[in-house]
């Protein structure tokens, strides 16, 4: 552990603020963009993406404090607040207060706060969201069938948005000069990446089986999982642990199944379906040949 300064103390009261009220969490992210003086025109234009993804999360019910006759996920709140607390640590930092930063993921937001490209966006975004999973297994595990299907779909397909930026090849094979500027989260198209809500409703707890969304979920979605992404898992994930200094990330992954509060035993579900349009992917976008 490191010594917790100035800045990480004051980011944990901003964060235990706001911990109940989901449209103050909000609030409080979308301050973060406008870096300790109110003016940082640099990042503003990354908020979006941010935003995107933390809206789904309240449009779900996910965020709602644990006290009440609905309330949110307790998963999903420690992985919000992950990300609040690294943001606001690294304004505090950006500004007056002391540090030394509390982890590394506060570094990765650092470097975003001093060069804001969408690598560095993603590497402290996705840095934030990793460290999160892999401290909150056990909430995880707690969750119903349904939602832990849909945790290891979201963390994918946002190391599949990294990996569009940062690791164009892999991620895109023969097409990989098209990727970053599919992937880059300033321009709107990353909320495509990380679209859920064509298939899951807006209600916390999911009450259907996984077979039942997996039947729902048609067009760009099921293209993406099965026919783009499950090919290159492997790669994919190997590639992200290196790049977020997250070893451990590895454990949420055997033999191309996704096993993150999954049990390996029921990878049947990670198997493609059968579809013209999958197949006319796995052969026009293989994944690049492993180097020996």
Known sequence: MRPVGAAAAWAEQQVATVRDDPAARIALLSRCYHGPLGRAPRHLPFRRAALSFMRWQFRRGLLRPPAGDRP??????????????????????????????SSRTVEFWMSFAGRPTARTWYQAHNGSVVAAYLAHRDLAEAENEAERFFMNVVLCRVLYAHALVAAPRISLGWLGP???????????????FLQLSRVLPDEYPLRDTVRTYLKDELGFGRLLDYGVITPRLRQLYEWSAHELEAPALLDCIRDGALTYAWPFEDRGVWQPPKSFLIQLAHRALPPPRQRR
């Open 72 to 101: 949110g996920s307790p998963w999903w709140r420690a992985v919000n607040e992950r990300i609040l607390r690294d943001g606001c640590e690294a304004v505090a930092l950006s500004g007056d207060l002391t540090g030394p930063a």
């Open 178 to 192: 098209l990727a970053p500027l599919l992937g880059d989260p300033r321009l709107g198209m990353t909320g495509i």
